[in-house]
């Protein structure tokens, strides 16, 4: 069993920067591949970027260039670095876990075993 703790989120300005995290337990980190999805309200959660267990990254077109997913096995924990925010980036976002030996990239919310509880991301003036 693991468990997902997101942080770091907030309400920003358009066009500036947060910092998301989601710390997981367990003492086997490195060996879950990581995914960042995100829900506005009235839609359907949607993918952002995933990371395998050896640094391999991808992302959503959405948020290609402005967003990088990072992780820190040592810390158990995967971040998600936003910059030049847009208000169609508002959203509750989710950390998501599943247990891979392999470089393949986890879109679809149905290749996730483990979720977060979510933390709000508000983009706003």
């Known amino acids: 069993q693991v468990q997902l703790v997101e942080s770091g989120g907030g309400l920003v300005q358009p066009g500036g920067s947060l910092r998301l995290s989601c710390t997981a337990s367990?003492?086997?980190?490195?060996?879950?591949?990581m995914g960042w999805f995100r829900q506005a309200p009235g839609k359907d959660r949607d993918f952002v970027a995933t990371?395998?267990?050896?640094?391999?990254?991808y992302y959503a077109d959405s948020v290609k260039g402005r967003f990088t997913i990072s992780r820190d096995n040592a810390k158990n924990t995967v971040y998600l670095q936003m910059n030049s925010l847009k208000s169609e980036d508002t959203a509750v976002y989710y950390c998501a876990a599943e247990r891979s030996y392999t470089a393949v990239a986890r879109t679809s919310m149905n290749e996730y075993t483990y979720w977060g509880q979510g933390t709000q991301v508000t983009v706003s003036s």
């Open positions: 367990g003492r086997t980190f490195s060996s879950y591949a």
């Open positions: 990371i395998t267990g050896n640094g391999y990254t």
